[in-house]
Nanobody, 124 residues
């Protein structure tokens, strides 16, 4: 059974930084692409970014490009989301997810397993 557990969320001031973690078990981690999504109240789940299997490359949504960075530690089966220069509009529940697909995978339907989410709140 695949399990994903996010951590690291919390309250941060605008302009600050936060690092989220997602620990994965139950699959061959290095063979999975790992994505981050977020969902604000009353809005659809939004693609944040993805790191391809093996950590070869990353791709980000326009709203976070240049501010957020995804990395992975295959030895620890963990993926990270480094959030810098955060804005109030970054407030959301953040989810990590696994994908078997390679390439630009931005749709929630392209992801197989999801974590429970971690709340990030950015104060102005």
């Amino acid at each position: 059974q695949v399990q994903l557990v996010e951590s690291g969320g919390g309250l941060v001031q605008a302009g600050g930084s936060l690092r989220l973690s997602c620990a994965v078990s139950g699959l061959t981690f290095r063979s999975a692409g790992m994505g981050w999504f977020r969902q604000a109240p009353g809005k659809e789940r939004e693609f944040v970014g993805v790191i391809r299997r093996g950590g070869s490359s990353t791709y980000y949504g326009d709203s976070v490009k240049g501010r957020f960075t995804i990395s992975r530690d295959n030895a620890e089966s963990t993926v990270y989301l480094q959030m810098n220069s955060v804005k109030p509009e970054d407030t959301a529940v953040y989810y990590c997810a696994t994908t078997r697909y390679f390439g630009v995978v931005q749709e929630t339907s392209q992801y197989d397993s999801w974590g429970q989410g971690t709340q990030v709140t950015v104060s102005s």
